[in-house]
């Protein structure tokens, strides 16, 4: 079975650290790029960051300088390492797996959530004081 197991979310205080994880199995997780897109209560799902297979990053402009993205394709496992967090950063974090081929062709800041392949539960990210 195809799984994204997204994990590492939290209750943190503003300006604090946290440490998504997305495991992946069931699919080849050498093909696909993983994006990281998250929904604050009342908004619509937004893309917030990409990788894709190669290592290179993308980021929606709120979270430039603040996140990092990085992947493990031995444990097949992509990690978003959040620094500074703000009160808008609250969200549920969701992990989806894109092909490498079409996250390549448009541009993983440009493909739309409909273009993923698979999808994780979400892991929620509370920022607050």
């Known amino acids: 079975d195809v799984q994204l197991q997204a994990s590492g979310g939290g209750l943190v205080k503003p300006g604090s650290s946290l440490k998504l994880s997305c495991a992946a199995s069931?699919?080849?997780?050498?093909?696909?790029?993983i994006g990281w897109f998250r929904q604050a209560p009342g908004k619509e799902r937004e893309w917030a960051s990409g990788?894709?297979?190669?290592?290179?990053?993308y980021f929606v402009d709120s979270v430039k300088g603040r996140f990092t993205i990085s992947r493990d394709n031995v444990k097949n496992t992509v990690y978003l390492q959040m620094n500074s967090l703000k009160f808008e950063d609250t969200a549920v974090y969701y992990c989806a797996a894109i092909s490498e081929s079409l996250a390549s062709l448009y541009g993983l800041g440009s493909v739309t959530p409909r273009m993923y392949d698979y999808w994780g539960q979400g892991t929620l990210v509370t920022v607050s004081s």
């Open positions: 069931g699919f080849t997780f050498d093909d696909y790029a």
């Open positions: 990788i894709n297979r190669d290592g290179s990053q």
